[in-house]
């Protein structure tokens, strides 16, 4: 499951140890990184930013550490690719399933998807990966892209 993520996942868009104030920070850092890649377009980072506002992302896995997956839509994306920060201290965001109610957020995932078909298994897989505590506190303590690979294997 996770194996597919990492087709996806660019070693220059693995942001490891981030400090941000708030989720459109971490969503800029990522963005900017996609962007430099040549995986979207200058608009993205704020189409990301304009739809985390109408429709959260933050997923609740019932822990400290939860997990969040910012996406917009196709028309900002030149070819696919996923983004990945990790926070050293959480920031908030709204919660997917409860847009009133925060959650702490200390792993990103910034989907670049350009088939909304594609947006959809994206999200199976990265909730599949993300289920396990285990994993998401790996990566919370990765120091290097190679153990973000190893976790994502």
């Known amino acids: 499951m996770a194996q597919a993520l990492m087709n996806y996942l660019d070693p220059g868009?693995?942001?490891?140890?981030?400090?941000?104030?708030?989720?459109?920070?971490v969503i800029r850092i990522l963005a900017d990184r996609l962007l430099a890649l040549g995986y979207v377009k200058p608009s993205f980072a704020d189409a990301v930013i304009a739809r985390e506002v109408m429709?959260?992302?933050g997923l609740p896995l019932g822990c400290d550490n939860n997990v969040a997956v910012p996406h917009t839509d196709p028309e900002h994306v030149l070819r696919p690719g996923l983004a990945l920060a990790t926070l050293?201290?959480?920031v908030s965001f709204s919660n997917m399933e409860d847009p009133d109610e925060k959650l702490q957020v200390s792993v990103v995932f910034l989907m670049a998807l350009n088939d909304k078909d594609k947006?959809?298994?994206?999200?199976?897989?990265?909730?599949?990966?993300?289920q396990s505590p285990e994993i998401i506190s790996a990566l919370i303590q990765s120091e290097s892209v190679e153990d973000v690979s190893r976790i994502l294997r």
């Open 13 to 25: 868009a693995i942001v490891l140890g981030v400090k941000a104030a708030t989720d459109q920070d």
């Open 55 to 57: 429709l959260p992302t």
């Open 88 to 90: 050293v201290e959480p």
């Open 119 to 130: 947006q959809i298994e994206m999200l199976q897989q990265i909730a599949g990966t993300i």
